[in-house]
């Protein structure tokens, strides 16, 4: 599984982006896939995963009610629709896929695999 992640750039506080990450590999469709973030000076963090049918998601609390993730498997393509953006948001974010349901293991990390990060910013 090969993914590639876009979407990213500078926005201010409050404001909105969506992060897309195209998938390729014929056995994407056996994989769950998700959003993780690493803001300058931190460890990678959990931020959201999506079942390959879209039927169950999973978030961080600290973007619970503010991100939304979601799949269109026509186009091998998951979402972050990324609202009411804060500065602690700044990260580079990377997507992920694993074999794992969505939920709590995904906190853990150590995905199957990872794509090329792609850098938000928000200013204040």
């Known amino acids: 599984v090969q993914l590639q992640a876009s979407g990213g750039g500078l926005v201010q506080a409050g404001g909105s982006l969506r992060l897309s990450c195209a998938a390729s590999?014929?056995?994407?469709?056996?994989?769950?896939m998700g959003w993780f973030r690493q803001a300058p000076g931190k460890e990678r963090e959990f931020v959201a995963a999506i079942s390959r049918s879209g039927g169950s998601t999973y978030y961080a609390d600290s973007v619970k009610g503010r991100f939304t993730i979601s799949i269109d498997n026509a186009k091998n393509t998951v979402y972050l629709q990324m609202n009411s953006l804060k500065p602690e948001d700044t990260a580079v974010y990377y997507c992920?896929?694993?074999?794992?349901?969505?939920?709590?293991?995904?906190?853990?990390?150590?995905?199957?695999?990872w794509g090329k990060g792609t850098l938000v910013t928000v200013s204040s």
């Open positions: 590999g014929r056995t994407f469709s056996s994989y769950a």
């Open positions: 992920a896929a694993d074999t794992r349901r969505p939920g709590t293991s995904w906190q853990r990390g150590g995905m199957d695999y």
